[in-house]
Structures are given as C-alpha cells and as structure tokens.
C-alpha cells in the first residue's frame, strides 16, 4: 500500500475536530493520520484537543446541584412573560 499524499499543516488543523469525531472517511482521514504520526506540533495539537474533548465530556455527565437547578429556572422564570 502506497503513503497517502502529504497534507500540510493548516489543512489538519482545518481537518482536526471532525477527524477527532470519528467522521473522516477513507483517504482523507489517512492523510491527517500519516500527517499526525510525523508531525510532532500537529501530534500535540491533536493530543490536547482529544484530552480537551475528553474532559468536557465527563463535565457535562455530572449531576446538577439542585441549588444551582432552582436558581437558574427563578432566573429562566424572570424573562417568561
């Protein structure tokens, strides 16, 4: 199998959210990967966005306080008219 054609690195960084998500297909998502494993700053970038990701996503599954739940919908209440 031939090296998919290298990329420069303005179009990772364009490519690096939806290649993160999983939603790159074929040889577009070859391309940011054979970019990624020789490109120490685009690794880097791309490793930090993934531990970002996957930080806010264990953020957004934690509970509420029903303190904070109460005085957001007092405050959701004061601009229903």
Known sequence: M?????????EVFR???VYLDGELAGEEQHQVAAHLA????????????????GHLAELGR???PHSV???I????GQFNC
């Not at 031939?2 to 303005?10: H, K």
């Not at 020789?38 to 990701?53: I, P, T, V």
Request: charged share 40%; proline share 11%; aromatic share 6%.
């Open 2 to 10: 031939t090296e998919p054609p290298a990329i420069p690195c303005e």
């Open 15 to 17: 490519r690096l959210m």
């Open 38 to 53: 020789r490109c120490r700053s685009c690794f880097s970038r791309a490793e930090f966005e993934r531990r970002l990701k």
């Open 62 to 64: 934690a509970p509420v």
């Open 69 to 71: 739940e109460e005085r």
């Open 73 to 76: 919908r007092a405050l959701i």
